[in-house]
């Protein structure tokens, strides 16, 4: 049984997206900024954030003010999607139907709580026709103006919204031929709906008009696979079939967005749609037909054209116009059933069709762990862990190896290094959750790759580990800082195991590489040592070794380090043999998120070319930049005599087998 208090936190977890906004709305909440777009997260159109402002004035920083405001837009949806159904088919329960059933559509339930700008998408969309056909039934300039205020509003919303204008472009016409004696009001209150919309959109227009590669950036990246590639006749063909099937077969499999397969509409919902699909062919001279088709088709294009159809985050805005189609089949067969048995059936197949939403999504999905994995959930117990932490204390999680900033050359050169502003720097969901002081102090790393340790403890010094993921940090936490307290956390323990060892203040760290270095890297960092596993190696063996780094500074831009084994030189003139680049800790504990001060045990495991003459090598390390040109950082001894752009490590010998 679900207790009333866990409602708010259904579905259970925090996904990053909902922080994005948060961390968004919070400066906006502040006064400390008021963007036009954000660049961050791919890039996202504003309005969301805004909206999320408002709840973070009314509840405070808590995690679901995304999702309260969520929560609204679903409700004012519905509200809409009743008002369009009225107005376009005055006289009749159609949009009582329509209300009725959008709020009993698994999708539409689900992005109501979810907290990111999805949501808003099917709001501007039933808002945007309800006003148009208010203003063409009342002739009234205040309609259009709603309506062009309702375009602009879900313009700068959602991406997606933005294939919107396509519906109005064939209703707008529909209504021109059916509604001959009107037209000229209805062009005038077009023109001034436009013109309001252009209004509303202009501060991101004009944003778009000096940053063009934003305006293309999460386009061209989710329809590369499909528009970009050469297949894509076939490739389109076939997401569209998936598009279509997702309404009734097999819906999106990404737990994000629904529980995994399960189709938008139950079969007593298609049923009731395929229903309303004959209503509107049956009279397809209506333009009420023309637009409410063609919203169809454009609410569904995101998923046609796009890689992972089907897929339900980019549809939203189709769910006003499922449900009105549904609400003609359903209003249809109610006034076909005359005999009460008839309609107490129909009245049983609602009641069924509610309890199949509410069943699939607060009983099978919102609380299940699969759930709670891909909304983030891990984030949110390590956060809720060390929001016990006593102020000023050092934290540290593991394994958090997702990387939550963009590389410049993933996005092929669309956006300057400043139109892109280099990365997005952080664990979103962790940072809103910790609030800015204790971010400050957070580090996240994966403990499979490396371990990152103070050399010192000025505070006590908390780690967040998931023993069943990490099973290397604990135990050497243990040898490392042996008097340290280790705790099972009890609050998420139905999804995921946590522990947490606390080193007081004051400790040392107890290390010791068999081999010590003697080189500072252009003032970032000291190689403090190296520990190689097996000095002695076979051809096509892997050299495993770790090296010890203490941050002397934290670098503004990523470095990678690189790692060559080097002998006498091949054929090619080439005197590496094997090597290694990467950041930090297998890419999970970048550069810029250092801390002076702080030991980095970097672990290696680089493969050995099973050809390679017997022989002494030397094990070399460096830096470069991992963007721009890759220049080096120099190297330089303790007493400041330069050695170049590397330094050596340790000798290794390779014998024959």
């Known amino acids: 049984m679900v207790r009333l208090w866990q409602l708010e936190q259904m579905p259970v977890g925090f996904h990053i997206d909902e922080a994005f906004h948060l961390l968004n709305a919070q400066k906006i909440a502040a006064g400390q900024a008021f963007p036009v777009y954000l660049t961050g997260n791919y890039g996202n159109e504003p309005l969301f954030a805004y909206t999320a402002a408002l709840m973070l004035k009314l509840v405070g920083p808590v995690s679901w003010a995304g999702r309260l405001a969520s929560a609204w837009a679903g409700v004012l949806g519905v509200a809409f999607t009743i008002r369009a159904g009225r107005e376009m088919f005055p006289g009749t329960t159609i949009g009582l139907a329509a209300g009725f059933v959008l709020a009993t559509l698994y999708p539409h339930l689900h992005f109501s709580r979810y907290g990111s700008q999805p949501i808003l998408a099917p709001l501007a969309a039933a808002g945007t026709l309800a006003a148009v056909w208010c203003g063409v039934r009342l002739r009234s300039s205040r309609a259009y103006a709603l309506a062009g205020l309702c375009l602009g509003l879900g ?92 309404l009734f077969l097999r819906g999106d499999a990404d737990g994000r967005y629904n ?198 403890t000025t505070a006590p010094t908390i780690y967040a580990v998931m023993p069943e993921r990490d099973t290397h ?60 596993d097996t000095p002695t190696l076979k051809p096509g063996e892997v050299l495993a070794f770790s090296i010890v780094w203490k941050v002397l500074a934290r670098a503004e831009s990523p470095y990678k380090t690189f790692v060559h084994l080097i002998g006498v030189p091949k054929a090619d003139g080439s005197p590496i043999y094997a090597q290694r680049d990467a950041e930090p800790c297998l890419n999970s504990y970048p550069t810029w998120q250092w801390t002076p001060g702080e030991l980095v045990i970097d672990r290696y495991s680089i493969p050995l070319p099973s050809d390679m003459p017997a022989g002494n090598y030397t094990l070399q390390a460096g830096w470069y930049e991992a963007r721009g040109d890759g220049a080096r950082l120099p190297a330089t001894d303790s007493r400041g005599q330069p050695l170049g752009d590397s330094a050596p490590l340790v000798r290794v010998e390779i014998v024959q087998p």
């Open 473 to 532: 940090t604990l135990p050497l936490l243990e040898s490392i800082f042996p008097g340290g307290t280790r705790a099972t956390s009890a609050e998420y323990a139905n999804y995921l195991h946590l522990e947490t060892y606390t080193i007081p203040a004051n400790r040392t760290a107890q290390i010791a590489p068999t081999t010590r270095g003697d080189a500072i890297f252009g003032g970032m960092a000291e190689l403090v040592g190296v520990t190689l």
């Open 259 to 456: 529980l995994p397969g399960r189709p938008m509409l139950d079969a007593i919902q298609f049923a009731f749609f395929l229903g309303g699909l004959a209503v509107c062919l049956r009279h397809w001279r209506r333009a009420e037909s023309w637009a409410l088709l063609t919203w169809l088709i454009v609410g569904l294009l995101p998923s046609a054209i796009t890689e992972g159809a089907p897929q339900f985050g980019r549809t939203t805005m189709v769910t006003p116009a499922l449900a009105l189609i549904a609400a003609l089949g359903l209003v249809a067969a109610w006034r076909f059933a005359r005999w009460p048995a008839a309609r107490l059936t129909l009245m049983g197949a609602l009641s069924l069709s509610t309890w199949f939403t509410l069943r699939d999504y607060f009983s099978q999905y919102a609380l299940a762990p699969e759930t709670f994995a891909v909304m983030n959930g891990d984030e949110l117990a390590l956060a809720r862990e060390l929001q016990h932490a006593p102020a000023g204390a050092q934290l540290y999680a593991t394994p958090l190896q997702r990387d939550y900033y963009l590389d410049y050359t993933i996005l092929g050169g669309r956006l300057s290094p400043d139109e892109f502003g280099i990365f997005d720097r952080g664990y979103w969901s962790l940072e809103y959750l910790l609030g800015q002081d204790a971010y400050a102090r957070f580090g996240a790393f994966n403990g499979h790759e490396c371990l990152v340790l103070p050399e010192q």
């Open 155 to 246: 313009l700068i919303a959602y991406l997606a919204f933005r294939l919107f204008p396509l519906t109005l472009l064939v209703a707008g016409p529909a209504l021109l031929i059916a509604r001959k004696g009107e037209r000229r009001s209805i062009f005038t209150g077009g023109l001034l709906a436009v013109g309001v919309a252009l209004v509303v959109y202009a501060p991101l227009g004009l944003f778009f008009s000096q940053h063009p590669g934003w305006f293309f950036n999460r386009f061209t990246l989710t329809t590369g696979a499909t528009l970009g590639s050469a297949a894509r006749g076939q490739i389109l063909w076939t997401n569209t079939l998936k598009t279509l099937g997702g």
